[in-house]
């Protein structure tokens, strides 16, 4: 099995599908995860790596830019930005791409109308992009509080119908870090996985 982050059980779900989305709330360390994904994928694979969001820490890639090699970094501002370069990445059909993060130019524009119809394309397009090369799309999105009164991606919607596999990134009470398993609700873990951000990156808390 391909070694994605580092914790077998996560590694064991994120095997399975070719669409994985992280969210959760600010700092909570969903740029560390991906940039830990890249990290043990992108010195052997064409990898695509977009940020919209001006939270891509070159600093950390250059401790150890050989785990990167095989990465082009590239970023994007507006939504109009990030559709030319989900064009662009279509073209150049590398094994995975990542978006960090995916909703975050939807939230600016979210009230126009052309909005939803732009972070579809975005999404379909950079899916069909990893399909061509039997890759996977990585991505992260920010969230909100929804109408029940927890935290959701914004796009929720569109992000569901997208994305196979979507991971909830939380803190628990204390500072500690945890994922939960949002889709699919079958593939929900017994246990909590923990995890800290470290300048290494993410690593993973042992219960024992």
């Known amino acids: ?9 996560l590694d064991g779900l ?4 070719s669409s994985i ?9 969903k740029t560390t995860l991906l940039l830990t994904i890249a990290g043990d994928l ?4 064409s990898c695509i ?15 150890n830019p050989e785990k990167y090699d095989k990465t082009l970094f590239t970023e994007a501002y507006d939504l109009d930005t990030l ?8 073209a ?3 094994k995975y791409v990542f978006v960090d993060s995916i909703n975050a130019l939807f939230r600016v524009e979210a009230l126009r109308e052309e909005a939803v119809s732009k972070l579809a394309f975005i999404t379909a397009l950079l899916l069909k992009t990893i399909e ?7 991505a992260s999105a920010q969230v909100r509080v929804g109408e029940t009164g927890e935290i959701e991606a914004s796009g929720i919607k569109i992000l569901e119908y997208y994305f196979d596999l979507i991971i909830g990134l939380y803190f628990e009470p204390g500072g500690k870090r945890y994922i939960k398993i949002v889709k699919p609700i079958d593939k929900a873990l017994e246990e909590k996985i923990l995890f800290t951000i470290t300048s290494r990156g993410v690593e993973w808390i042992d219960r024992g």
């Open 49 to 63: 790596y977009i940020s919209t969001e001006e939270t891509l820490h070159y600093e950390r890639i250059a401790v």
């Open 42 to 45: 992108c010195s052997v694979y």
């Open 21 to 29: 989305l992280f969210y959760g709330p600010a700092g909570v360390g």
């Open 14 to 17: 994120i095997n399975e599908y």
């Open 1 to 9: 099995m391909v070694v994605y982050t580092g914790n077998t059980a």
């Open 132 to 138: 061509e090369t039997s890759g996977k799309l990585f």
């Open 92 to 94: 150049l059909k590398p």
């Open 83 to 90: 559709v030319k370069t989900a064009v662009a990445v279509s």
